[in-house]
């Protein structure tokens, strides 16, 4: 088991990481300090883990399961749980669980933020995207029928349990999905996450425990670096949005049909290819990067006409100012925020990776 200790700088909290496999057992000790134990998941993971959690809490906890899906991230899910947490006699020192994928992490997370203005939470994520990326950060949110993730709150966890076991259920493409944001994470700050990426393919498609600990950790390490600097988005954090622009508007017009992790691979491609485009990025390693995607077998082929791409950059909730701002990469492991592309350039990046990948992208 590891032990990391997070200080937000922002709102001066400090949020304890324990990862690794078997870390869920140090609920046991920690469940201690708390006026009541509630746990929020879905019927799926319970399922799956719920003998686990029984098997550490004994009975001493309510539970409450949404059914699974995106289309539960709503309003109604969230009066759910507060009805839930009144009914069971929660108080503000009560402790949350939230224990699923980044659904149940967003929804919980939002609960306990704003059920007496603020109970405890803990996340306990169990699909790879929610360890390395949904659990740490603090962003918790539901979905409105006009769009994803409009009504949210910044709240911080006591603790991030991060526990690997719980992959060994996942199905490929949920797994694919989550790597996407580690291969992310490589890209615009740790050239030696990208080479483990790129050298052990077939060991991590294959979870090998040690490795996946590994790769985790060092993704988990830079969204925590990120994110002690710039809790709410006030600059730095958009160097996490790299690949996310194009892949956003993918997801939009597949009105969020496509998998997260696949349109931000996608992202990925395409951004890269802006980047070398822009004189960022050589040749050689934007194939490098493209080889890599290629490997884990991402589909990087052209889905919706490039007008459509382009009308949708505009409509990125991100967006501070009229101009779409770019994260691009200056090298393997280094990214650059807020890069305003010309119109030129852009349609020439949009046509030409549409060429390139009319069946698959083919550097
Ligand atoms: N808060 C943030 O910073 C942030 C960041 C990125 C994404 N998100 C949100 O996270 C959500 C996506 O998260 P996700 O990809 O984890 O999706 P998810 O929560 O829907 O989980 C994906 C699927 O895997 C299942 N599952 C979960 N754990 C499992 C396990 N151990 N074994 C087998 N199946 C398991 C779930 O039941 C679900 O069917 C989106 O709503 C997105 O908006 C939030």
């Given at each position: 088991m590891e032990k990391k200790l997070i200080k937000i700088r922002e709102s001066s909290k400090e949020i304890i990481i324990i990862s690794g496999i078997n870390s869920t057992d140090a609920l046991k000790d920690i469940?201690?300090?708390y006026n009541g134990t509630y746990i929020v998941t879905n019927h799926k993971v319970w399922n799956l883990w719920g003998y686990k959690i029984r098997d550490i809490l004994r009975n001493r906890f309510f539970l409450y399961t949404l059914p699974d899906g995106e289309r539960y991230k709503n309003i109604s899910s969230v009066m759910k749980i507060y009805n839930f947490l009144t009914e069971n006699k929660a108080t503000r020192n009560s402790c949350l669980i939230a224990?699923?994928?980044?659904?149940?992490?967003?929804?919980?997370?939002?609960s306990a933020s704003t059920y007496h203005r603020g109970m405890k939470l803990i996340h306990i994520p169990t699909t790879l995207l929610s360890m390395v990326d949904s659990s740490i950060g603090g962003k918790t949110g539901f979905n409105l029928r006009s769009g994803k993730n409009l009504v949210g709150t910044f709240y911080q966890p006591d603790y991030i349990i991060s526990d690997t076991n719980y992959l060994s259920s996942l199905d490929r493409n949920e797994f694919l999905s989550g790597l996407a944001e580690i291969i992310k994470a490589g890209l615009i700050s740790d050239k030696g996450l990208f080479d483990l990426l790129e050298k052990n393919q077939k060991?991590?498609?294959?979870?090998d425990k040690e490795l996946i600990d590994k790769i985790i950790s060092v993704a988990q390490n830079i969204k925590i670096k990120v994110i002690t600097k710039d809790e709410k988005e006030g600059g730095l954090r958009a160097?996490?949005?790299f690949g996310h622009t194009f892949g956003h508007s993918l997801e939009r017009l597949s009105n969020w049909k496509i998998m997260h992790g696949f349109a931000v691979a996608q992202g990925i491609a395409f951004e890269s290819y802006l980047s070398y485009l822009r004189g960022f990025l050589s040749l050689n390693k934007l194939k490098r990067i493209i080889g890599l995607l290629k490997k884990y077998d991402y589909s990087l082929k052209a889905k919706?006409?490039?007008?459509?791409?382009k009308e949708s950059f505009i409509y990125d909730k991100k967006r501070k100012n009229k101009e779409v701002e770019?994260?691009?990469l200056?090298?393997?492991?280094?990214?650059?925020c807020g890069e305003i592309v010309d119109e030129r350039l852009l349609d020439m990046a949009l046509e030409g990776y549409y060429n390139l990948n009319k069946n698959q992208i083919c550097l």
């Open positions: 469940l201690n300090n224990f699923g994928g980044g659904v149940i992490g967003d929804l919980a997370g939002f060991k991590i498609m294959a979870v160097i996490l949005n919706y006409p490039v007008n459509r791409m770019w994260v691009l200056k090298d393997i492991g280094k990214a650059s």
